[in-house]
Structure formats: C-alpha cells, structure tokens
C-alpha cells in the first residue's frame, strides 16, 4: 500500500502563497489518482480541491480554487505538490493527500480513495 505524507502547511496571510507536498511512503503512486482534499474549521466534510492520475492526464480543480491554485508531480521524487497563490480567509483548513483508483466522474468524491495522510494546517489570517 502507498502511504501519502503531506507537509508545507503554515499561517500565512490574504494574498500570500504557500506549497504543499504530499510525497509517497511505502510505494509509489504509479497507477493511482492522488487528490487533494481540504476540512474547513468546524465542518465535517473534505471539500476536493485537486487531483490527478499518476499516470498521465490532466488535473481536475474545484472552481473555488481554480486559477489560483496548482496541483502539479514530481515523478523522480515520488511526490505530489500543491501551488497556492493568492490566498483567502476561506482556504484555511486542514489539507490532506488522498490516494484512490476513481473513475473519472467520482475524482471528487472523497469515499473513492483509499489511503489519506495525516493533514497539514493552513491558516489565512492577518
């Protein structure tokens, strides 16, 4: 199994940017969609943010995030980034990496992935 290790999080401030990285521990995630999800404060749900298959293919963004952020791999490092620019308020959250094999159609749908990381905080605030 492929385990996903997120770091990069942080406080930072409206219009400030940060990188996220998810890098893959006990496998690599050749053949896999890795996805990022986000938890607001006080919600219960993991909002999709951005994903893609490993293997090939284009990314997927949720509109809140689109043009702003970008979800992009490094294959020789096995790891999985996400660029944020441009921050608001409303993306603080905990971010976490999900692994799954979902069809094109379900890449938003957190219960198709198998495997999470632990998150890392964001925080917008000034």
């Known amino acids: 199994q492929v385990l996903p290790v997120e770091s990069g999080g942080g406080l930072v401030q409206p219009g400030d940017s940060l990188r996220l990285s998810c890098a893959a521990s006990?496998?690599?995630?050749?053949?896999?969609?890795v996805g990022w999800f986000r938890q607001a404060p006080g919600t219960w749900n993991r909002e999709f943010v951005a994903?893609?298959?490993?293997?090939?293919?284009?990314?997927t963004y949720s509109d809140s995030v689109k043009g702003r952020f970008t979800i992009s791999k490094d294959n020789a490092k096995a790891t999985l980034y996400l660029q944020m620019t441009s921050l608001k308020p409303e993306d603080t959250a905990v971010y976490s990496c999900?692994?799954?094999?979902?069809?094109?159609?379900?890449?938003?749908?957190?219960?198709?992935?198998?495997?999470w990381g632990q998150g890392t905080q964001v925080t917008v605030s000034s």
């Open positions: 999900a692994v799954g094999r979902p069809i094109t159609s379900a890449m938003r749908d957190p219960e198709k992935y198998y495997y």
């Open positions: 006990g496998d690599t995630f050749s053949g896999y969609t």
């Open positions: 994903g893609l298959w490993w293997n090939g293919g284009g990314p």
